[in-house]
């Protein structure tokens, strides 16, 4: 299954016989609440999850949005109706930055079957799509939990891969210089690491550029189809964005897809003996 799909694609598909598992993560980092957006309106039939309790665990040396047990994730996406034969789709507010998580999570689950809705539920709104305040109630899923189907790195596979391949920091060119660090106890970047704004995927509607656009875009960071590479973020998130997007691009498919050093700057600094470089240049 391609990693993105349309708003009109998403609509057949709940049309269908069989609709697909659609899962709303609406999440902002400094608020408001994304379960707030989805009580006021919301796909049909979407399950909300939140980043912060069911995508992640409890914040610790290991990161901001630490991976959740494998357990832990099982019921949680079992409880949302997530089947191992159904597809599954997720949208956030626009760019998918957010979506992207679960992407990854389910994925890294090796549930294949996930894409991201294209312009998230700001196009589906502009577009007059139905929308309701109704809570389902689905039915139990069955998806078992198989991590590790994505690759992780640690702090050393992410300080390794910064000097023999390219690590992609997706934050903004302001936290990569050190220029400004609203959230981590110390400002900067992994050394060696090369910045690549999460906001670089999409165009200003929020939907994802084109393969080709893409390609180019990473390309000129370093990144070819043999290159080792990863991403990381401030703790997690929107890094996954960076991993499907190298997807969509076709650098990588599904069987060779770039790392995700999952703790992120977040869980870098947590220890003071870990180097940080500023500026521009990765350092």
Known sequence: MRPVISTSELA???AAGTPPTVLDVRWRLTGPSGRESYAEAHVPGAVFLDVDTDLASEPGAGGRHPLPEAEVL???????????????IVYDDADGSVAARAWWLLRW?????????????AAWLTEG???????PEPVQGDLVVRPAALPVLDADGAAE?????VLLDA????RYTGETEPVDPRPGHVPGAVNSPFTAH????GRWRSPEELARHFAGLGVGPGTPVGAYC????????????LELSGLRDGDRPAALYAGSWSNWVADPGRPAATGPDPG
């Not at 891969?161 to 391949?165: C, D, I, K």
């Open 161 to 165: 891969l910064a000097r023999h391949g």
């Open 202 to 205: 999409t165009g200003e509607d």
């Open 234 to 245: 401030g703790s997690g998130v929107t890094a996954c964005s960076v991993v499907l997007a």
């Open 129 to 135: 799509r139905p929308v309701t305040r109704t809570v």
């Open 109 to 121: 689950s090796g549930h294949r079957q996930v894409a991201v809705l294209d312009g998230g539920f």
């Open 171 to 174: 934050r903004a060119p302001q």
């Open 12 to 14: 057949d598909l709940l």
């Open 74 to 88: 099982q019921r949680t996406l079992r409880a949302a109706g997530v089947r191992e034969s159904r597809p599954v």
